[in-house]
């Protein structure tokens, strides 16, 4: 079974970083349960935050660094694109060492089942798929 991937967020060679910030925003308005969450993108020394709440009323950006995270990312840049453009699941990036997480892993697997349209596996330790 192959991992899940985030429905596309840009158009190919789409690389506006506050945009795909505003698009998975866009994704995460139905999201069933709050959540505040910190994305860093690392591009060379250039680093790009930004942060998402979702609550009953939909889901911001927010600018700034929150302290109470729920989730936490920091990725590169090039992985960043392939993720937003939806050619490469968060999983691999992570298994390729191009993505760090931080937070809940429950809300996390939650998180990535809903931006791939429950397309893919979302948690490599489901029983389900003897992937443990």
């Not at 860093?40 to 250039?46: A, I, S, Y």
């Not at 999983?91 to 892993?105: I, N, S, T, W």
Request: hydrophobic fraction near 35%; include cysteine.
């Amino acid at each position: 079974m192959e991992y899940a991937k985030f429905r596309p967020l840009l158009a190919p060679l789409g690389r506006d970083i506050q945009e795909s910030f505003a698009r998975l925003a866009q994704q995460l308005s139905d999201f069933e349960a709050p959540l505040k969450m910190r994305i860093t993108v690392r591009d060379c020394d250039k680093r790009t935050t930004g942060g998402l709440k979702v609550s009953k009323s939909g889901c911001s950006v927010t600018k700034g660094a929150d302290k109470s995270n729920d989730i936490e990312v920091v990725v590169r840049a090039e992985e960043w694109w392939a993720i937003c453009q939806g050619s490469l699941s968060p999983l691999e990036a992570v298994g390729k060492g191009a993505l760090r997480f931080r937070g809940d892993p429950d809300l996390a697997v939650r998180l990535l089942e809903h931006l791939s349209g429950h397309q893919g596996l979302a948690d490599p330790c489901n029983q389900e798929a003897n992937r443990c």
